[in-house]
């Protein structure tokens, strides 16, 4: 009788350390899902808070055929300060990679902060337009950190050329 109960006791004790290191598993992995799940939060609060929006005449661009130059207005619509630095957008026109030559914003300030305008001249190495065509402008900008996340925006807009 002695021995059962001593042989009970050890696997009593050998369940119990068992069940421990399991749950300590089962607590590590929640916490890292828990991470994942804060990470997602985070980049999705990031994205929300970035928006652009096409400022200006949207009929009315200015656009010269010789050089091809553009000239384009953009508005910070979000709630964050965008990143104004041309080597991290992208702008298309009509489907053409622009290459930017300058990036202004137009109050002067420092930062594109929310509300601020843009001015972006850029050039394509595309088909030339012509007075009153119509093109696709496709614009992609990217946010100062945000919680330490980096939101995203893209722009997609018909505009006319005015030459």
């Known amino acids: 009788m002695a ?10 004790i050998t369940a119990l350390v068992i069940s421990s290191m ?11 899902i828990a991470d994942v799940m804060d990470d997602q939060g985070r980049k999705a609060e990031a994205e929300a808070a970035t ?3 096409l400022a ?24 964050t300060t ?3 630095d041309s080597a991290d957008m992208a702008i298309y026109v009509a489907g053409d ?3 930017i030559t300058s990036t202004t914003v137009v109050s002067g300030a420092g930062e594109w902060y929310e509300g601020e305008l843009l001015k972006v001249v ?10 009153d065509d119509e093109v696709i402008i ?21 505009v006319r050329l005015d030459v």
Request: aromatic share 4%; proline share 1%.
């Open 3 to 12: 021995d059962g109960g001593a042989s009970s006791m050890i696997m009593l």
């Open 51 to 53: 928006k652009v929006s």
């Open 56 to 79: 200006g005449d949207t009929m009315n661009v200015d656009y010269v055929i010789g050089t091809k130059r553009i000239t384009l207005y953009f508005q910070n619509s979000g709630t």
């Open 138 to 158: 496709s614009l992609t900008v990217r946010s100062h950190p945000v919680n330490g996340m980096i939101g995203g925006d893209t722009l997609n807009e018909v």
């Open 97 to 99: 990679a622009v290459t």
């Open 122 to 131: 850029g050039t394509h190495a595309g088909t030339a337009h012509a007075d």
């Open 82 to 84: 965008l990143d104004s």
């Open 22 to 32: 399991a749950s300590v598993v089962l607590i590590n992995s929640w916490a890292g």
